[in-house]
């Protein structure tokens, strides 16, 4: 499954990624980032920016500026190309999307929990229209894979 070799780069997030932050800072489990980046791309690498948004987050220049400009490594936030050497980083990237749901992570289907399902509404429609329907496609695919990741840890624990 092509899927693999992305879950490994963005496990690695947590088990001693490049960029180090408290761990309560990282609100979105490496699941929902799986989940976050098959539903918006594919996780394809390959397509670098799509209408001004990058990687396989499909990051915008807004929600990078709202997370804080984060850079990869030897890079300066002042440069031109800051940005999308970030979008096009998967670990800048995701810890991107870990920054900006510290800063607007909500409950956005009156569930009463936050969660996942919250934080790619948030991301996909921003946090002041998350509580709107989200777009079929996307919705679809995101909630496929958060289904299949629970029954996968539902089997793998009963094992």
Same mark, same amino acid.
């Given at each position: ?24 800072? %990282? ?14 791309? #594919? ?8 209408? #001004? ?39 800048? =990237? ?8 510290? %800063? ?15 934080? #790619? ?9 998350? %509580? =709107? ?9 995101? %909630?496929?894979?958060?289904?299949? =990741? ?10």
């Amino acid at each position: 499954m092509h899927n693999t070799h992305i879950l490994f780069l963005l496990l690695g997030l947590t088990i001693g990624g490049l960029y180090v932050q408290a761990e309560n800072a %990282k609100p979105i489990t490496e699941q929902c980032l799986l989940c976050m980046c098959e539903a918006l791309s #594919g996780c394809n690498a390959t397509a670098v920016c799509v209408n #001004g948004a990058c990687g396989i987050f499909r990051i915008t220049w807004d929600q990078w500026v709202d997370s804080g400009r984060l850079t990869i490594q030897g890079d300066s936030p002042l440069t031109d190309t800051s940005f999308t050497n970030c979008a096009n980083d998967p670990y800048c =990237a995701a810890d991107t999307l870990q920054s900006y749901m510290v %800063k607007y992570g909500q409950d956005c289907n009156n569930d009463e929990i936050e969660d996942c399902y919250d934080y #790619g509404a948030i991301h996909y429609m921003g946090p002041f229209n998350c %509580k =709107a329907d989200m777009p079929y496609t996307y919705e679809s695919i995101f %909630k496929r894979c958060l289904r299949n =990741a629970i029954r996968d840890q539902k089997r793998q624990s009963s094992s």
